[in-house]
């Protein structure tokens, strides 16, 4: 039985510092909350061009983490990771940004499903997806209760969408 509640605070402490960690550990940049947002079905990133990372968490708790960010961002944070120019980022091609996206959206979602389990939510992680493409948008799950934060990295944007059903 699970020792604590999962409050609104607790998920946005839990994905902040996740989030947080990750940007300063695999990028090696310092992120920013900027701000909660508004989950009415609408853009969370802005521009045309996307690439979202997901990873499910089951067990006592079930969801998924969407990481939505530009084209710009995935490219800037696989050239930090690998150490590579943006010319060498695009030459390796989409498996590449891929793999290191599916990678941040692990550790990610790692970070945030250790935060539950240690409240007594214990939960396994999913294998990350990818997907890329123009104006994505995440769909609400049924049942789910869904929350969204705005987070900048190297002046760049990234949003975690959460979408968690405790039953």
Request: glycine share 10%; net charge negative; proline share 4%.
């Amino acid at each position: 039985m699970a020792s604590q509640p999962i409050t609104d605070t607790l998920i946005h402490d839990a994905i902040r510092q996740a989030v947080l960690n990750v940007c300063h550990v695999l990028i090696r940049q310092d992120a920013r909350f900027v701000e909660r947002l508004a989950v009415d079905g609408g853009d969370v990133v802005p521009g045309s061009i996307q690439v979202m990372g997901n990873v499910g968490f089951v067990g006592d708790i079930n969801g998924l983490v969407y990481l939505c960010m530009g084209n710009e961002f995935a490219e800037y944070a696989v050239g930090e990771i690998l150490g590579m120019s943006p010319a060498e980022v695009a030459l390796e091609g989409p498996e590449t940004l891929n793999d290191a996206i599916g990678e941040v959206t692990n550790m990610t979602v790692g970070g945030f499903k250790n935060a539950l389990c240690n409240l007594g939510y214990p939960c396994k992680l999913t294998l990350p997806a990818i997907v890329r493409g123009h104006d994505l948008k995440v769909a609400a799950i049924k049942g789910a209760v869904r929350h969204a934060f705005r987070f900048e990295c190297s002046g760049r944007l990234l949003v975690a969408d959460i979408q968690i059903r405790t039953e």
